[in-house]
């Protein structure tokens, strides 16, 4: 990798952690291609990323940013796992990392929040932004069908007492 790449890298990583709510640090101890691809996937899907990264050019881009204070963590062949959601990057890597003995959670942040690995897990098992959106829309919609229902309801049981007068009219 020469300079131009490596300035090119540090870039990309400086802005990637500019605008990412979380980076979980993970240690990779022997993962296989195939299983590092499985893991990227997972992360796309959920709106995260998942990228090794030189520890010398991740420590450049990280110095100003709110994540500066992760840079002792980063050592040894370590990757780093990020997403715009504080919980998507997290809740993946603590999954993965359940079934895969070769990924290890070192830690990470979240803003300028440092987490060791117990906090990741923590926040892991955190719902995510999409499922406390579909939960906060499910309260609201909530009693808006319940007044739908209170409203219509003596208009049906009217309509029904007419329908049983003609029928008794008929007969």
């Not at 030189?54 to 881009?61: F, G, H, I, M, P």
């Amino acid at each position: 990798m020469d300079r131009s790449q490596k300035t090119d890298a540090v870039a990309a990583l400086n802005a990637t952690f500019n605008e990412v709510g979380v980076v979980v640090i993970t240690r990779n101890l022997g993962m296989t291609v195939a299983q590092t691809t499985a893991l990227r996937v997972k992360m796309r899907e959920a709106g995260a990323s998942f990228k090794v990264s030189k520890n010398s050019l991740a420590k450049l881009a990280i110095a100003d940013t709110d994540y500066a204070g992760i840079a002792d963590s980063l050592t040894g062949p370590v990757a780093l796992a990020t997403s715009v959601d504080p919980v998507a990057a997290a809740k993946i890597a603590v999954e993965f990392a359940k079934t895969n003995d070769k990924l290890e959670i070192v830690g990470g942040a979240m803003g300028t929040q440092i987490l060791n690995a117990d906090g990741i897990k923590a926040l892991a098992s955190m719902p995510s932004l999409d499922e406390l959106r579909a939960k906060l829309i499910g309260l609201v919609q909530a009693p808006a069908t319940k007044i739908a229902q209170v409203v219509t309801a003596p208009s049906a049981k009217l309509a029904r007492v007419f329908g049983a007068y003609a029928a008794k009219e008929a007969a």
